[in-house]
């Protein structure tokens, strides 16, 4: 009796110390959780509160809409740098998106297993190649190529960056994709080819729509990646202030510009203020980008 009545103790002691430990845990998680949305708030109040200092000089009509962009003289236009970084991002996706989603299908559902234990490791290997690496690739290769293929002058321009881009962006979509793929449910794959389907029908009429949510996810990725690169784009798209007119002419994106001119601007002045809005315009942009793709997401899912 007495040997129950400890083994009930240390039970309850045991539980009591796994409450007290998880009631810390929970505590711990809340606390790095606040602390991360401190910072990240912090950040955005930082740069916005510095950025709408430009429109005690400049005019906001002409920091959106002018294209001309010369502090020197006091032309403070970044339209040229938002239309870059936006036609960079979709160029980008238009090229990379169906590649990266021809890949995660033939990982998940064509490749045999064998294939799939060498393709996904260096998928993820992939990652790890730092931007600058693309950008000397793009700088030394790509950029001649364009320049003797398509007869240019320089090679430089919107073609050579989002030809950078969708590749740094293809890990994101295969590897996200192909889990959203693989968490189909087998039954749906099956049912569908018991009605008589074919095995590319069901992939397209099945299996995509039902992990579609996923797929989204995987682009929204990429397109935050690749709207916020710097170095890779800086390397190839020419960084020349004006407006892109062709995929070949060389133009510049809000990072790249910042990274730029931002070490010959004096902390405070309407050039330095006309970097921080430009910086904010980003991250407006990043989320904008995402709550589209996700209201369009939910559509699609209702």
Same mark, same amino acid.
Request: hydrophobic share 55%; glycine share 6%.
């Given at each position: ?16 110390? @796994? ?36 429109? @005690? ?140 389907? @074919? ?104």
């Amino acid at each position: 009796m007495e040997l129950v009545e400890k083994c009930i103790e240390i039970r309850k002691e045991e539980h009591n110390m @796994t409450l007290v430990y998880d009631r810390y845990v929970r505590y711990l998680f809340i606390t790095s959780a606040f602390f991360m949305a401190v910072i990240i708030l912090s950040i955005i109040v930082f740069v916005g509160q510095q950025g709408l200092l430009t429109f @005690t000089e400049v005019s906001p009509m002409e920091f959106f809409f002018s294209s001309k962009w010369d502090p020197m003289d006091g032309h403070y236009g970044a339209f040229s740098f938002i239309s870059g970084s936006i036609l960079a991002t979709f160029l980008a996706i238009l090229f990379g998106a169906p590649l990266g989603l021809a890949g995660a299908m033939f990982m998940a559902k064509i490749a045999p297993s064998w294939l799939r234990e060498i393709m996904r490791p260096a998928t993820d290997l992939y990652v790890a190649i730092p931007s600058v690496v693309y950008g000397f690739v793009g700088l030394t290769i790509l950029v001649p190529f364009i320049r003797e293929y398509f007869h240019v002058s320089s090679g430089f321009g919107l073609l050579a960056a989002a030809i950078i881009l969708s590749i740094m962006i293809l890990p994101t979509i295969i590897s996200i994709s192909e889990d959203a793929i693989r968490t189909v449910p087998k039954s749906l794959e099956e049912a569908s080819l018991a009605l008589g389907a @074919t095995r590319w029908q069901t992939l397209w009429r099945v299996i995509l729509p039902a992990a579609l949510p996923g797929i989204l996810t995987a682009i929204i990725l990429a397109m935050a990646r690749a709207i916020g690169e710097t170095m890779a784009v800086q390397m190839v798209i020419g960084n020349t202030p004006q407006l892109a007119k062709s995929l070949f002419m060389p133009t510049s994106t809000l990072p790249s510009e910042i990274v730029v001119e931002m070490g010959n601007t004096p902390f405070g002045s309407a050039w330095g203020n006309s970097l921080f809005l430009m910086a904010l315009v980003l991250l407006l942009m990043s989320l904008a980008m995402i709550l589209i793709i996700r209201r369009i997401a939910e559509r699609r899912v209702a």
